[in-house]
């Protein structure tokens, strides 16, 4: 993460021209409210062997994802 000293000028610059941009668009969408939490449960089981796996393989997939990326 960046310090504000670190950022360069231009860059900052740019975004905040883009924001406003994106601002003043009259076809910009619009943002949907938040969705209600009330109705869902938060399951605090531990997860199961199964679970686990599938999880750490969708996060190696993500990383695996991600460098790719980075590197084209």
Not at 13 to 29: G, H
Not at 55 to 66: G, S
């Amino acid at each position: 993460m960046h310090e504000g000293d670190d950022i360069p000028t231009g860059l900052l610059d740019r975004l905040i021209r883009a924001y406003r941009r994106v601002l003043r668009r009259p076809d910009r969408p619009t943002v949907p409210p938040p969705p209600d939490l009330e109705p869902f449960v938060v399951d605090t089981l531990p997860t199961t062997e199964q679970e686990q796996a599938t999880a750490e393989a969708a996060a190696r997939e993500v990383v695996r994802r991600l460098r790719k990326s980075d590197g084209a």
